[in-house]
């Protein structure tokens, strides 16, 4: 099939080349799905649909002026640790020139070396006390080779004196500003990932915080290992995670942030830690570490990636032991809570003993969600953003064995307390993070079309605004609530979304399908646009007429759409058969037409063909063409064809009355053929005469 | 600037004094320590072998013949300080003590074992003129302090590029006398070993000056015999690109009892061998690729350490009967 096929790819929407070669794969699937697929195809299809980047820019760019993107940020130091092309000495080759100096730098990394590393990136987390008036710090190192690529490799050379060189980027960043932030590890480094630090550049850089999409896989299948490498730390022994050699340094740095969000967060104002260390460094100053080898000086905890052991804690660690026993009981209400303890603690006994004194009380998520409401009713900026973490850190540590029952019972508090309501006194960005996280608390992903009613009847009204851009990153199990979300506001929509559901691989004939199948479930306020969409991507097809003619020119899902009423029907078919036929219908189209099986002759499709046949005088015609329809359409099939033949042969009409029917401009066309025979046959008569 | 965390001091080194590796970088420390388990696998007639005392150095020793003999690659470089903890063991039949055996005396197989405590630390953490890591750097001296034996790596290669030895042991040798608790010259037993013999010019040097001999092996080895290693070293070190390299044979003389001092010419991955002729071609011997940016520096052919057991086993001997009660 070539793109010219597809009126869409063919020209109506420029710019779209992306799409229509996507489109390709798009029929292959169909043709996978085509046998049956309006029967067999369920409404929540397991294909979820997901916003393309260019309609995420499209629908951002939609977004009023008064709500301008305002993300978070930090402030970096940093610099850049490795070699010049023509030196033999690693060394700060370049730095900011805050409040640390070259000097400065140097130690930092010097003292938190982790030794010879097999692979690279790694990454070092550690931290820098504060002092002389100054802020504490935390740092986060990438270690890393320079990209082959010089237009990424910052102005660095990979090859120095014969070997690879380990560049060590570093930015060190007030814990204040992270605490604040609640910004995790994984979060600071990739947020810095792509600063290269070029030469020339000295001034501290401000950093936007990425935070991550979801919860991670990581965080639901070693998070009983995180436990007890978190007990483990509070003994206040280094551990050394053994046998994780084959998970990547990002996934081992996501560890390191499972750990830690099990500890209070001001406990990171006092770790290092690393993706990777040699298990021959000497006096390592890390506290938490990847190796590949135990070490037998019996100061370090070890623990096995792969193979969950039983916690065994040291005889004078009944501190740790409450702790562990609060964190097992607390389950996924516990880094919520330990992530608003910011203030610094050291893992020292004194500290631990009066982090076990001051265990956070048990707050819900249920209980953290009326409280949210609360300050939401009351305006109250800071709770509202304070809520909103504390839900996200209670999301990103929620696992798989989170159910249904807790995602009903925030549902029902998310509706009930109308949270998802526009809030103008919120910032864009407080709002698009109350609105995330408050949809995936409260509903299953992707999202059904009954979720996206719920919604719609929470707020009522279609979800605009900040609440619409939020909801269009997320992913759909089908095309109707995608296309209500998408439609909510008055934009050149159409295009954008038929280019989604091609990127994603939607055969045209699956929309259409799914209106078919759901006629009845969706709610008569959304019927016209979703079947009007769904006709128009139907439209799509090379082989639109086949596939209309297949659903009996759609009239019966019209009438069940909108019973009875003709005004919602009559247009829409008549666009149908227009689409298919022309302007008008000749005797011959209109006897196919009802004489296909298929066809289901609502009183609105009698209408439209009525209105469409070429003759003004086939009204009886019509009529009686459609009541065989009926009757076949009925099931009596035999009848309605043996009734036709009776009725043709019993009224047959005399030839002055068959005469009379002809429709006058064929009459006309008639008279004036006739005249001008007649003329010709006069002028070869009198020349032959002649 | 913010403030140091605190516990910076460094604690004394644990574990029985060791053997640590002093050299300025690329001068070929780590390869050196890399390739003793291949230069004793070569040379079974010694009776000796290695094994790793802990799982660290266990691994850290397969990873390095893993490198060198199945990558062709050469070891990464030092980047904290490593410790590994190996043991040489040997069985010498006849050689141990007199023992009854059915009727009359008869000296059994003496089984000896000599532990290795070797440091190697990164070629910077000795610069004396950049500071590369005050807590690094002091560890370093610690060590240094504390072990029984150092091998000094004299890199005449690098010497000739950047002139750099003398600056990197001056001044850690200047820091250990000042921590020493006794005076007059230190105990430590040192071999100063004379890296990359394998070097064109290295090789050429030696023989301009007509001190090579043919090894005992098979493959006839060229070899700088040890009695002319200390003459080779004080012509070697005249072509460096800093005078002031002349410095550092005094000033290891100074610093340590001379008859502790002893000179080697090594090579690591030793001289090229082309495996249809067996025998060194003095035409075709250089084991060592140049990097070509993107690829580092390779090794070319089968690895024939050269001298690079012999000083570890001297060493180890002595700092054996130093430990002992």
Redesign the interface.
Known sequence: MSNGDVPWAAGEQPGQQAAATDYRAAHAYGAAVAPGARDKRPADAEVSITLTAEMARQFAREQPADEPGTGQAVTAEWALWGKQANETAYRVLRCSDGVFTSDDFREVITRYASGVKERLPQYTVCWIPGAQGHPAYLGVAVHELADPDPARSGGRSRIVGGREVEYVRLFCVPYAELAELGVSYPDLAGSVMEQQLPAGETAPIRVAVQAAAGPHHIAAKFRDLAVNVAALLLTTRPVCVLGAERTTAEDRLRFIELVMSLLPYGMRSRLSASTWASSTAQDLKLRLYFANARRDDGKISHVSWDQPEPLTLPGESEAVRLYLDWLRRTGANAAPALAERTEPLRFTREDVRRLVDNLPRDRSVTETLEDLADSLRKQDRAAVTAGVERLRRHLASQDDRSGAADREKCRQLVLRHGMLKDRPALRHDVKARLYEVLLKLAFDMPLTYASYCEIERSLGDPPRGTLRSVLLEFQFSSFIPLLLTAKAEPSSWEPQLVAVLIGSGIAPTVPIDEVVQLADKIRPEHRMAVYDFAAYYLRGAPDAWHELKERGYLAETLEELFPGNLKRQEPRLAQTLRFVYGERLSAGQISDLFGDSRLHPTMALERVVRSMAASPKADREIARQAAFARISSAGYEEDARVLAQGTDERYRQPLRERLRQLPRSTITTAVIVAAIAAFVAYLIITAVHH | ??????G?Q??P??GPPGITMLG???TGKTTFLAALQIALLRKPDLGWSLKGD???????LI?FVNDMTDNHV???????????RWSLEGEFPGKGPLKWHRWWFRRQNLLSSIGLDL?DA???SA?GR???????SE?FVD?LVRSSGIVVFYDPV?EFD?G?AFRHTFGVLAQMRSLAERRGRLPHYVAVCITKFDEIRVFESAYKLKMLEIGPEAEEFPQVPEGDAEAFFGRLVRLSRSDNAALILPMLHQTFRKERVRFFVTSAIGFYLNPSLAVFDPDDYQNHI??A?????RIRGAIYPINVIEPILWLGENVARTARP
């Open positions: 600037m913010p403030a140091r965390p605190q910076s460094p604690p080194p644990q300025a970088q690329q802990n799982p660290g150095s266990t691994q850290a990873n050469f070891p990464r470089p030092t980047a904290a300080i490593e410790n590994y440091v990164p070629g910077e610069d950049q500071l590369f890591g005050r807590a690094i560890r060590n690098s950047r750099d140049p990097a940016d993107p690829e580092p520096a």
